[in-house]
């Protein structure tokens, strides 16, 4: 199976693992918390490449924060890692489990909070990387205890939606819950429908019941890439066309046959694929559809991560040497500072 290889233009080779295994201490408290690097940003901006490169520098570990990714056999529409740099650098969180099986938020954000401890629990830095907004917040902000699934309604809703149109599930959104339907976007069926079942089963606005569970125990720094916004497009295009040419359709066939219509297969460019097998796009229409997807796609991520708080961003691709640069310097000021908080 071909992957996607994440190039950089830094030499990382000679890097310095720093001491990360302490980090900044609780005034009054004793207890020192390790440094969580989260490095965000829009598909193709280069997170791989410069997760790379500072896993390298600062001796770190990988977590893999991407919704895809967590499917074994979906490899060349998620861009994953090569095998190669997976073997150069610990990733976790890739190929977790099967494209049939449901892999929630939830269960991202449990996984990935005992992969930051095991990770520094042996004096490595974890390095959280990906583009899945939700995923992110999930682990840093925690998700709210709501009320267990009705299928029975979530079938009700679905077929209303289907009668209805796609925009009628956020009108009543904004009916029972503004707060909450102004931040779920009106085509994303599945977050509107739990929104409103939440609204239903605790009779009142989801947004007035939710009680997160934060990450604690950790420093997070959170760096940010945003490249300029003509280049990136031009970088989908090309790496869209690069996963049709490298199989993408062969590759959706398999998993088709192995595991039927699953929702993971609707994710960007396996729905496009599944297109072509099914004869209703030709390939070069569907690389259009998968590219132009893409791109619409970065843009609602920067909207998401704009509203992270205490971002570093970064003006650049991160397989650029002065972005490297620059996040390198980034982490090593904020090691200095977790230095001089514990002298």
């Given at each position: 199976?071909?992957?996607?290889?994440?190039?950089?233009?830094?030499?990382?080779?000679?890097?310095?693992?720093?001491?990360?295994?302490?980090?900044?201490?609780?005034?009054?408290?004793?207890?020192?918390?390790?440094?969580?690097?989260?490095?965000?940003?829009?598909?193709?901006?280069?997170?791989?490449?410069?997760?790379?490169?500072?896993?390298?520098?600062?001796?770190?570990?990988?977590?893999?924060?991407?919704?895809v990714a967590v499917?074994?056999?979906?490899?060349?529409?998620?861009?994953?890692?090569?095998?190669?740099?997976?073997?150069?650098?610990?990733?976790?969180?890739?190929?977790?489990?099967?494209?049939?099986?449901?892999?929630?938020?939830?269960?991202?954000s449990r996984l990935a909070r005992a992969a930051l401890k095991e990770i520094a629990s042996r004096g490595r830095m974890p390095i959280v990387t990906g583009g899945t907004g939700l995923y992110l917040r999930a682990l840093t902000e925690g998700l709210f205890a709501g009320p267990v699934r009705s299928e029975d309604l979530r079938a009700r809703l679905r077929q209303s939606a289907e009668r209805r149109g796609g925009v009628w599930l956020h009108k009543v959104l904004a009916r029972l819950d503004a707060t909450s339907a102004e931040r779920i976007h009106a085509n994303d069926r599945a977050k509107l429908i739990r929104a409103i079942e939440v609204c239903v089963a605790a009779r009142r606005p989801m947004s007035q019941v939710m009680a997160r569970d934060p990450l604690k125990g950790f420093r997070l720094l959170r760096i940010g890439l945003n490249p300029p916004r003509e280049k990136l497009y031009e970088r989908l295009n090309v790496r869209c066309a690069a996963m049709f040419a490298a199989g993408l359709v062969e590759e959706t066939r398999g998993l088709l046959v192995k595991y039927g219509k699953v929702k993971a297969l609707d994710?960007?460019?396996?729905?496009?694929?599944?297109?072509?097998?099914?004869?209703?796009?030709?390939?070069?229409?569907?690389?259009?559809?998968?590219?132009?997807?893409?791109?619409?796609?970065?843009?609602?991520?920067?909207?998401?991560?704009?509203?992270?708080?205490?971002?570093?961003?970064?003006?650049?691709?991160?397989?650029?040497?002065?972005?490297?640069?620059?996040?390198?310097?980034?982490?090593e000021g904020a090691i200095s500072a977790t230095a001089g908080n514990l002298n």
């Open positions: 199976m071909v992957a996607l290889a994440h190039e950089s233009q830094v030499d990382c080779a000679a890097g310095v693992v720093a001491v990360v295994g302490a980090g900044i201490r609780d005034q009054g408290s004793g207890i020192s918390h390790p440094l969580v690097v989260i490095l965000l940003g829009p598909t193709g901006s280069g997170k791989t490449a410069l997760s790379l490169a500072l896993a390298d520098r600062f001796g770190g570990e990988i977590v893999s924060c991407d919704s499917y074994r056999g979906m490899e060349l529409g998620a861009a994953k890692p090569t095998r190669e740099e997976r073997t150069r650098v610990g990733h976790q969180l890739i190929d977790v489990t099967t494209p049939d099986k449901a892999f929630t938020a939830g269960d991202y994710s960007l460019g396996y729905r496009q694929a599944r297109s072509v097998l099914a004869g209703t796009m030709s390939e070069d229409n569907a690389i259009k559809a998968a590219q132009q997807g893409h791109r619409n796609y970065a843009k609602r991520q920067m909207t998401w991560f704009r509203r992270e708080p205490e971002v570093r961003w970064i003006e650049g691709f991160g397989d650029e040497a002065e972005a490297a640069k620059a996040a390198i310097s980034i982490v």
